[in-house]
């Protein structure tokens, strides 16, 4: 049987009465547990107002939200213990933030849980360092730009050590290596067990990651299930007010003129690549070296180095060490041994098999990509 | 010839350990699309703030069409006739009631007659495609909607210069792009346009120029490419490398081939990596729906749009079409693949669309077209 985290079952709601249609209609989505789960939708297609139902800050006007298998209980009591559960990181930080520091409003979550002193410090600090913001623990929340409130909002969420989260456009708004700092983060918090729930305008970035698309229009669920399939109906996609990734559209471009199968379906840029090498051209090594709790010592003259977790970002940076590909490493060294050269990736040792199964996925693209640990 | 200049400017907001602007020597083409990148905290914003006289520069001179700003309140009013600026959030510049009210507040404010007023605020309206709101609350509208708004208002100043603050920031795909479509065309009228995004596919696929600002300090202006191809620098900026100029990249290295010419776009990219026998691209200049009678194309012909105008007739004709949106890139995707299609323009969208396709030559794509015009004449490529 499969382990469904949220289940609705024709959860109907709207603002007021005399909207013309229901903000949501008969929703029944299912959202698996571990599943990397994306929601796309236009703006105004329902995706905030199905996030809030997921932690009961709305109660549908009919229909039921099942979490884990039980009705959601819109009792005080059992609402905090359900957010305890389940963090939503609303779109807009100003909303979410209240507290007039930063520690404070880190602090506001794992307090109201009845978490003690000792851990809710271990807590905050765990949860700044993870966004990059341990400089600010002090700082007054108004002193904050956007997109340092967007990563206190972030921080807050994280505190709670929720098993699962729910993120609301999480890159909007923020500059390029701050959107691959929180996408690396995400697959961090997806390795370590929590589910993550996105929801994004950027449809690259959901085909890249998610495992499962859910996509919302005018407040109807109108598809679930793989990405691809959805994709391949472009009337579906344009409705939807969407668009085609760029991989998805490169792919269907470049098959439709040299003929050949479309499948399997590249997601990223190295996958796409790695479908158009040359016959019998050789392709590079990747050395995999697990960073722990110090920076190793460098083999890696002449190469290009990349690095992949927080752990081994900050312990760079500390050491003043500069690797080539400081963000979407991964990534950048697939392409680099697919360009025939061979590179490095230092990485958070957890991540290990995350790694490996990406690396392992360029076989079906037709190249099998060697690793020496 | 440049539209602004700035000399040496520097800025810091009140309190502030460092300043938000630090030397800043900027100077914006007229004519260019230019965009501005860098970090959150940058610098981009304040720079703005600077184009149209909200904030005065601490040290240093802003020029507009070659004369020192002036900040008494005549100079800083017919300065806000020449440059608009449109913030990141609409809620900073929203103030009127209804939408119609909050359009014409600027053109009012410029002591036209009301009958220029009028005419302005349909026009804006019209190009932004909140024509059916007009009598609307502005507090109801939706983020999308009021991000829309801001624009009409700034659009109704008919500015010489349109400066947006990461104009699609926050709007869903297909929104984002029917701005970039407007962009393109105000642009081609003669508007010169200054965006700001932190989205680098977009900037990369339409910039001319960039400016890139790091802690308020101007450190590169030149073409995308000259910077991108330095992968410290674009790192220490907090920018990342397109899509689609890594992807060049890699598939050059990956050929022993020369990386130039450099695909902005996705047919482009697509040209350079495959090529076949191509399908015929007809271009239908259209000025009402009786130009739309895409019945007489053969059967599974695919139809897209391209253009503001022609966008907003074929929905009220209920006209269907297959690219409702990015209808150029979509048409062309279909002749790469050996299938005829045909577009739909405005009329001024026409000689874009061929300057396009004569682009698509250097990447090894001979498109041929025919232009079908209002008159009913054809004449091919």
Not at chain 2, 107 to 127: D, G, I, T, W, Y
Not at chain 2, 198 to 220: N, S
Request: charged residues 25%; proline residues 5%; aromatic residues 8%.
């Amino acid at each position: 049987m499969t382990d469904y985290l949220f289940e609705t079952e024709n959860l109907t709601y709207s603002y007021s009465t005399r909207q013309p249609r229901p903000s949501l209609d008969s929703v029944n989505i299912r959202i698996r547990r571990g599943v990397r789960t994306a929601i796309l939708g236009a703006n105004g297609a329902g995706k905030s107002t199905l996030f809030y139902h997921f932690n009961g800050i709305f109660k549908p006007v009919s229909g039921t939200v099942k979490y884990a298998g039980k009705p959601l209980d819109y009792s005080r009591n059992a609402l905090s213990e359900l957010r305890n559960d389940i963090s939503v990181v609303v779109q807009n930080p100003d909303e979410q933030i209240f507290s007039a520091t930063v520690e404070e409003d880190i602090a506001f979550g794992p307090m109201s849980a009845g978490i003690d002193k000792e851990e809710t410090e271990r807590r905050i600090q765990d949860s700044l360092f993870k966004v990059g913001m341990e400089e600010y623990r002090s700082r007054p929340t108004i002193q904050l730009s956007y997109g340092q409130r967007k990563r206190v909002a972030f921080a807050g969420a994280l505190a709670i050590n929720p098993k699962v989260l729910v993120l609301d456009e999480p890159t909007a708004g923020l500059d390029p290596q701050m959107s691959q700092e929180v996408i690396e983060l995400v697959e961090q918090l997806c390795v370590s067990g929590t589910t993550v729930i996105i929801s994004t305008h950027d449809v690259d970035l959901a085909y890249a990651w998610a495992d499962e698309i859910h996509v919302l229009r005018e407040g109807n669920l109108i598809y679930s299930g793989e990405p691809e399939s959805f994709f391949a109906d472009y009337s579906a996609v344009a409705s939807a007010g969407l668009v085609l990734p760029h991989t998805f559209s490169i792919n269907n471009s470049v098959q439709g003129i040299c003929g050949g199968r479309a499948e399997p379906y590249p997601r990223t840029n190295s996958q796409i690549l790695c479908k158009m090498l040359p016959e019998g051209s050789r392709a590079g090594k990747i050395r995999m070296i697990p960073v722990t709790d110090s920076v190793p010592d460098s083999g890696d003259e002449g190469i290009s180095s990349g690095i992949y977790g927080s752990v081994t970002r900050r312990l760079f940076k500390l050491a003043g060490r500069e690797p080539d590909f400081h963000f979407n490493a991964i990534e950048y060294c697939l392409m680099e041994a697919i360009g025939g050269k061979d590179s490095v990736l230092y990485f958070d040792a957890p991540l290990k098999d995350r790694i490996l199964e990406i690396i392992g996925r360029m076989e079906a693209f037709g190249r099998k990509i060697e690793v020496v640990m | 010839m440049t539209v602004i200049q700035t000399e040496g400017i520097t800025y810091y907001y009140e309190g502030a350990e460092k300043p938000s602007m630090d030397g800043v020597s900027i100077t914006i083409r007229k004519g260019v699309k230019t965009v501005i990148l860098g970090a959150n905290g940058a610098g981009k914003s304040t720079l703005f703030y600077h184009f149209n006289g909200v904030v005065k520069p601490k040290e240093g001179v802003v020029k507009v069409m070659g004369e020192p700003v002036s900040y008494r309140r005549k100079g800083l009013r017919q300065l806000r006739s020449r440059v608009a600026v449109v913030l990141q959030n609409p809620d900073d510049q929203i103030f009127g009631q209804t939408v119609e009210a909050d359009v014409g507040y600027g053109p009012r404010n410029m002591k036209l007659s009301e009958e220029e007023v009028k005419s302005r605020v349909e026009e804006a309206l019209f190009q932004t495609g909140l024509g059916e709101l007009r009598g609307k609350n502005t507090m109801q509208l939706s983020y999308g909607q009021r991000k829309r708004l801001a624009l009409a208002g700034a659009l109704a100043m008919k500015p010489e210069v349109l400066v947006m603050d990461e104009p699609t920031a926050g709007l869903d795909p297909q929104m984002a792009l029917e701005l970039m479509e407007l962009a393109e065309q105000l642009h081609n009228r003669g508007t010169t346009i200054v965006i700001s995004t932190h989205d680098v596919d977009l900037a990369y696929a339409w910039a001319d120029e960039i400016h890139v600002l790091k802690r308020g300090k101007l450190i590169y202006s030149g073409s995308s490419e000259d910077f991108y191809r330095n992968p410290a620098e674009v790192h220490s900026t907090g920018v990342m490398q397109p899509s689609m100029f890594v992807m060049n990249e890699n598939l050059s290295a990956m050929r022993g081939t020369d990386p130039s010419p450099y695909p902005r776009t996705e047919s482009q990219l697509v040209s350079k990596m495959a090529s076949g026998p191509k399908g015929r691209l007809t271009l239908v200049a259209v000025k009402s729906a009786a130009d739309c009678n895409i019945e007489r194309f053969a059967d599974g012909t695919k139809t897209g749009v391209y253009g503001t105008a022609v966008r907003r007739l074929v929905r009220d004709a209920g006209i269907k079409t297959d690219f409702g949106f990015n209808g150029f890139e979509s048409c062309i995707r279909e002749c790469l693949a050996g299938r005829d299609s045909v577009l739909l323009c405005d009329e001024d969208c026409i000689g874009l669309a061929e300057s396009k396709i004569r682009d698509l030559l250097a990447f090894g794509s001979d498109i041929k077209y025919t232009i079908s015009g209002p008159d009913g004449s054809q004449r091919l490529s």
